[in-house]
């Protein structure tokens, strides 16, 4: 049986007004693009949608991960619509395609990805996250509340298909490398990786009994790419549910609450993550905060399920009230780390610090500093 290809490329090609939202062109831009590739069979389905400024081009295929037409595909789609945002002179036109050298393959050139291939069940519900203002880490705390706290996600305790735990592959951003730690057993060694969300991300996960994928994030760290700061590596990540997996609900349950991102203003600050619908996925105040939304769809026979008009079924998750609770702590965190300005803990510390334009402001003053007797 062919297998089914879930593949979320994105980047932030220019937005109106500042870093707010993508502008209404790009959409059209990537839709047109996306359609015509459908019509040509390079992918079965599509679903274009944004996270404030990031542009996010969802697909559906049969030609597995990492697959040049299908890259090709986004890179053409982000180079037009990057045309079209210069020429509007939207702001921070092209921003994220950082290298003009594509060769196969979007990683590594600024984009993000998360892909995911797999034999389809007999239904196959998929959560997709994408998130604006923030960094693959970020979903370091949410991944660990799926697939690895028991106090969050029943499943591991109630179902016997998923008692045998979940393996999380761990990418270390400083030093390019990774490593694999199954849950239960290494929970602690897991916590002690990915608690340090400025060089761990959870790039994989797995169920341990029969190894099947489960998860997938983008785990692009821009600055490390370019050098300095390039604005957030705002990551996508896609959650396989039910039978067997975690469910929907225990999937989107770790945003009944908020919880502390770095990224925000200029990349600088630790911000709340407020989980939105699409219609509120635009950031604002103090460019942000930071938000995230969830789609559902069902993956079926190769395609997002469609009406018969062919329109994606999709469900926007956090736009429910069950979440209302979460902004609302998530807008009273951000009055109150706001009201601490730049001092820290509102700000990050020095070590990410020296990423974004800070370190030029300190090598002005370093002449004038004098030893102090
Ligand atoms: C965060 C982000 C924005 C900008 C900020 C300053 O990822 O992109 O917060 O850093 O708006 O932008 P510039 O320096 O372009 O005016
Ligand atoms: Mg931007
Ligand atoms: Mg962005």
Redesign the pocket.
Known sequence: MVKTTVSIIKADIGSVA??AVVAKPLFDIANKKLEDAKQNGIINSYYVFNAG?DLELLMTHNRGENNAEIHKLAWDTFMDGAKKAKNLKL??AGQDLLLDAFSGNVKGLGPGVAEMEFQERGSDPVVIFAAD?TEPSAFNYLLYRIFADPSNTAGLVIDPKMSGGFKFEVFDAYENRSVILETPSELYSLLALIGATSRYMVSKVWRSSDNEIVSTSSTTKLSLIAGS?V??DDPVCIVRGQSGFPSVGEIIAPFQHTYLVS?????SHWGPFMPVGLKDSICTVF?GPPRIVALGIQVSNGKIASDDDGNPLIVDFFKDVAFDGARKEAIEMSQFLRRMGEFEPARLGPEAMEYT?LPNVLNQLEPRFKKHE
Do not use: A, E, S
Request: hydrophobic share 10%.
């Open positions: 500042g870093h400024d702001y921070g203002k700061y604005g957030k990224g925000w203003m200029r990349g460019d334009t």
